[in-house]
Protein backbone atom coordinates (compact mmCIF):
# COMPACT_ATOMS: atom_id res chain seq x y z
CA UNK A 1 0.00 0.00 0.00
CA UNK A 2 1.32 3.75 -0.69
CA UNK A 3 0.03 6.84 -0.64
CA UNK A 4 -1.04 8.24 -4.57
CA UNK A 5 -0.43 11.70 -5.97
CA UNK A 6 -2.40 14.05 -7.89
CA UNK A 7 -3.47 13.54 -10.44
CA UNK A 8 -3.78 9.86 -10.02
CA UNK A 9 -7.36 8.95 -11.43
CA UNK A 10 -8.25 7.11 -7.51
CA UNK A 11 -8.12 10.61 -5.91
CA UNK A 12 -11.02 11.54 -8.66
CA UNK A 13 -12.98 7.97 -7.76
CA UNK A 14 -16.43 8.43 -6.16
CA UNK A 15 -16.27 5.76 -3.48
CA UNK A 16 -18.60 3.20 -2.31
CA UNK A 17 -20.12 2.44 1.55
CA UNK A 18 -18.66 -0.11 2.90
CA UNK A 19 -20.80 -2.87 3.69
CA UNK A 20 -18.56 -5.71 5.26
CA UNK A 21 -16.45 -4.62 8.20
CA UNK A 22 -13.71 -7.61 8.09
CA UNK A 23 -9.85 -8.59 9.27
CA UNK A 24 -8.85 -7.53 6.13
CA UNK A 25 -10.53 -4.43 6.19
CA UNK A 26 -9.09 -3.51 9.96
CA UNK A 27 -5.44 -4.72 8.27
CA UNK A 28 -6.23 -1.55 5.70
CA UNK A 29 -6.49 0.62 8.70
CA UNK A 30 -3.58 -0.16 10.98
CA UNK A 31 -1.63 0.41 7.24
CA UNK A 32 -3.11 2.85 6.76
CA UNK A 33 -2.49 5.05 10.44
CA UNK A 34 1.15 3.70 9.69
CA UNK A 35 1.56 5.58 6.08
CA UNK A 36 -0.05 8.64 7.95
CA UNK A 37 2.49 8.42 10.41
CA UNK A 38 5.33 8.39 8.39
CA UNK A 39 4.34 11.01 6.21
CA UNK A 40 3.67 13.42 9.05
CA UNK A 41 0.05 13.85 8.30
CA UNK A 42 -3.13 14.20 10.42
CA UNK A 43 -5.61 12.29 8.26
CA UNK A 44 -5.68 9.54 5.18
CA UNK A 45 -8.40 8.64 2.75
CA UNK A 46 -8.98 5.26 1.29
CA UNK A 47 -8.60 7.07 -1.91
CA UNK A 48 -5.00 8.22 -1.45
CA UNK A 49 -3.75 4.87 -0.92
CA UNK A 50 -5.81 3.44 -4.08
CA UNK A 51 -8.84 1.93 -2.50
CA UNK A 52 -12.43 2.96 -3.62
CA UNK A 53 -14.40 2.31 -0.31
CA UNK A 54 -16.10 5.16 2.23
CA UNK A 55 -13.16 5.06 5.17
CA UNK A 56 -10.75 7.10 6.53
CA UNK A 57 -8.29 7.70 9.45
CA UNK A 58 -7.49 10.70 11.15
CA UNK A 59 -5.49 11.89 14.31
CA UNK A 60 -4.96 15.50 14.80
CA UNK A 61 -2.54 15.42 16.66
CA UNK A 62 -0.37 13.24 14.12
CA UNK A 63 1.88 11.24 15.70
CA UNK A 64 1.21 7.61 17.04
CA UNK A 65 0.56 7.67 20.84
CA UNK A 66 -0.46 11.29 20.91
CA UNK A 67 -3.82 12.66 20.67
CA UNK A 68 -6.70 10.03 19.55
CA UNK A 69 -7.14 8.31 16.69
CA UNK A 70 -10.44 7.99 15.01
CA UNK A 71 -11.85 5.97 11.77
CA UNK A 72 -14.48 6.95 9.97
CA UNK A 73 -16.87 4.14 7.62
CA UNK A 74 -19.29 5.94 5.20
CA UNK A 75 -19.24 9.27 6.77
CA UNK A 76 -22.14 11.78 5.83
CA UNK A 77 -22.14 15.17 6.46
CA UNK A 78 -24.96 17.61 7.72
CA UNK A 79 -25.87 20.74 8.85
CA UNK A 80 -23.15 22.90 7.83
CA UNK A 81 -22.85 26.42 9.94
CA UNK A 82 -20.57 29.65 9.40
CA UNK A 83 -17.52 29.52 7.43
CA UNK A 84 -14.02 30.07 8.24
CA UNK A 85 -10.99 30.25 6.04
CA UNK A 86 -7.58 28.27 7.28
CA UNK A 87 -4.51 27.33 5.41
CA UNK A 88 -4.77 23.34 3.97
CA UNK A 89 -2.28 20.35 2.98
CA UNK A 90 -2.85 17.40 1.73
CA UNK A 91 -0.89 14.03 1.52
CA UNK A 92 -1.68 13.84 -2.15
CA UNK A 93 -0.38 16.87 -3.15
CA UNK A 94 2.93 16.81 -0.40
CA UNK A 95 4.46 20.37 -0.10
CA UNK A 96 1.60 22.33 -1.05
CA UNK A 97 -0.17 24.59 0.95
CA UNK A 98 -3.14 27.07 0.46
CA UNK A 99 -6.44 28.37 2.19
CA UNK A 100 -9.76 26.88 1.81
CA UNK A 101 -12.94 27.95 3.21
CA UNK A 102 -15.05 25.99 4.72
CA UNK A 103 -18.34 25.45 6.87
CA UNK A 104 -16.80 26.51 10.61
CA UNK A 105 -18.96 23.56 11.86
CA UNK A 106 -20.54 20.75 10.85
CA UNK A 107 -22.56 17.47 11.82
CA UNK A 108 -21.02 13.74 11.15
CA UNK A 109 -22.56 10.93 11.05
CA UNK A 110 -20.23 7.93 10.37
CA UNK A 111 -19.39 3.81 11.61
CA UNK A 112 -16.71 3.21 13.66
CA UNK A 113 -14.61 -0.39 12.82
CA UNK A 114 -16.65 -2.17 15.41
CA UNK A 115 -19.45 -1.37 12.86
CA UNK A 116 -21.12 0.88 15.59
CA UNK A 117 -22.98 4.32 14.32
CA UNK A 118 -21.79 7.38 15.68
CA UNK A 119 -22.77 11.03 15.52
CA UNK A 120 -20.90 14.75 16.52
CA UNK A 121 -21.04 17.95 15.91
CA UNK A 122 -17.31 19.11 14.63
CA UNK A 123 -15.58 22.38 14.55
CA UNK A 124 -11.95 23.52 14.74
CA UNK A 125 -9.22 21.55 13.07
CA UNK A 126 -10.86 18.57 13.76
CA UNK A 127 -14.08 19.48 11.80
CA UNK A 128 -11.80 20.89 8.92
CA UNK A 129 -10.26 17.23 9.27
CA UNK A 130 -13.27 15.53 8.61
CA UNK A 131 -14.13 17.87 5.91
CA UNK A 132 -11.07 17.75 3.79
CA UNK A 133 -10.86 13.71 3.93
CA UNK A 134 -15.21 12.93 2.90
CA UNK A 135 -14.34 14.93 0.00
CA UNK A 136 -11.84 12.96 -0.83
CA UNK A 137 -14.02 10.12 -0.90
CA UNK A 138 -16.36 11.50 -3.06
CA UNK A 139 -13.66 13.12 -5.40
CA UNK A 140 -12.93 15.98 -4.41
CA UNK A 141 -9.32 17.65 -3.69
CA UNK A 142 -8.56 20.51 -1.57
CA UNK A 143 -7.57 22.51 -4.33
CA UNK A 144 -10.93 22.15 -6.09
CA UNK A 145 -12.59 24.12 -3.28
CA UNK A 146 -9.78 26.92 -3.79
CA UNK A 147 -10.41 30.56 -4.49
CA UNK A 148 -9.09 31.18 -7.98
CA UNK A 149 -6.39 33.07 -6.78
CA UNK A 150 -5.01 30.89 -4.14
CA UNK A 151 -5.33 28.44 -7.32
CA UNK A 152 -3.11 30.42 -9.71
CA UNK A 153 -0.59 31.14 -6.83
CA UNK A 154 -0.32 26.97 -6.59
CA UNK A 155 -0.71 26.32 -9.98
CA UNK A 156 3.18 25.63 -11.13
CA UNK A 157 2.88 23.29 -8.34
CA UNK A 158 -0.13 21.78 -9.80
CA UNK A 159 1.41 21.35 -13.12
CA UNK A 160 4.73 19.82 -11.44
CA UNK A 161 2.71 17.11 -9.87
CA UNK A 162 1.24 16.44 -13.41
CA UNK A 163 4.33 16.15 -15.55
CA UNK A 164 5.55 13.80 -12.68
CA UNK A 165 2.37 11.55 -13.03
CA UNK A 166 2.86 12.17 -17.26
CA UNK A 167 6.13 10.45 -16.68
CA UNK A 168 5.44 7.92 -14.09
CA UNK A 169 2.54 6.82 -16.43
CA UNK A 170 5.35 6.50 -19.10
CA UNK A 171 7.36 4.65 -17.84
CA UNK A 172 5.11 2.33 -16.32
CA UNK A 173 5.09 2.82 -13.01
CA UNK A 174 1.27 3.36 -13.03
CA UNK A 175 -0.51 1.30 -14.94
CA UNK A 176 -3.22 2.22 -17.66
CA UNK A 177 -6.79 3.74 -16.78
CA UNK A 178 -8.48 0.46 -17.64
CA UNK A 179 -5.87 -1.75 -15.07
CA UNK A 180 -6.96 0.88 -12.22
CA UNK A 181 -10.68 0.49 -12.66
CA UNK A 182 -10.62 -3.18 -13.00
CA UNK A 183 -8.63 -3.22 -10.32
CA UNK A 184 -11.28 -0.68 -7.81
CA UNK A 185 -14.20 -3.13 -9.30
CA UNK A 186 -12.27 -6.13 -7.84
CA UNK A 187 -11.68 -4.25 -4.44
CA UNK A 188 -15.88 -3.46 -4.61
CA UNK A 189 -16.67 -6.62 -4.57
CA UNK A 190 -14.71 -7.40 -1.66
CA UNK A 191 -15.93 -4.41 0.40
CA UNK A 192 -18.91 -2.75 -0.25
ZN1 LIG B 1 -6.03 15.19 1.36
Aim: aromatic share 8%.
Amino acid sequence: MEIVHYPHPTLRYHSKPIRRVNNELKKIVDEMFDLMYEASGVGLAANQVDLPVQLFVTNPAGERGDGEEHVFINPVLSRPKGSEEKQEGCLSLPELYGNVIRPREIHCQAYNLKGQEFKRTVDGLFGRIIQHETDHLQGVLFIDRMKESIRESVSDEIEEFEIEFQSMRDSGTIPDDSIIRKRLADMESRFC
